[in-house]
């Protein structure tokens, strides 16, 4: 597999694609799939880490089985759960990990800047494509802006399952 980023067009129409496909058939095309397995991040180059889901109770946890260098510089480590949440009709719905850069802690040092949970959601596309988005906070680390929140936005996140027959 090659690791390349994936453009917001060519992810929009891999999810438009899979969701009428799905329409079409009158089921999901992944609903009856787990997620247990080795799935690599495919569109968050270079920062592109490879994830070990299992489940937990009524629901998926995906811990870091292999950790990028620079996930690793902002403190990321493996063996470490950075995504959990459920699958219903072939969607998965949850939280992921986010955490800040060195700077900003230093920045805003009265703000808490470090590691938490945030909404992502996820379409199983077909048994080995999980896409969708994660919601990322903007603050503005300016002097006198107090590093207040300036924007949040969705950003584009796929998980694809490696094959290791």
């Not at 889901?53 to 950790?67: L, N």
């Not at 990321?76 to 998965?92: H, M, N, P, S």
Request: hydrophobic content about 40%.
């Amino acid at each position: 597999m090659k690791n390349r980023p994936t453009t917001p067009l060519r992810f929009l129409l891999s999810f438009l694609l899979a969701s009428v496909t799905g329409a079409i058939h009158g089921k999901d095309a992944a609903s009856d799939v787990g997620l247990s397995g080795l799935w690599m991040e495919t569109n968050n180059y270079p920062a592109s880490s490879v994830i070990r889901f299992e489940r937990s109770g009524g629901e998926w946890i995906g811990r870091y089985s292999q950790v990028s260098a620079m996930q690793q510089a902002m403190g990321f480590r493996k063996g470490e759960v950075i995504i959990r949440g459920a699958v219903a009709d072939g969607v998965f719905k949850g939280e992921v990990l986010l955490k800040f850069k060195d700077s900003l802690r230093k920045t805003c040092p009265t703000m808490d800047t470090g590691a938490h949970w945030s909404a992502i959601e996820l379409k199983l596309i077909d048994p080995t494509k999980l896409y969708g988005a994660w919601l990322q906070t903007y603050f503005d680390s300016r002097a006198g802006r107090e590093c207040e929140v300036v924007a949040q936005k969705w950003q584009v996140y796929g998980l694809e399952r490696l094959n290791l027959n």
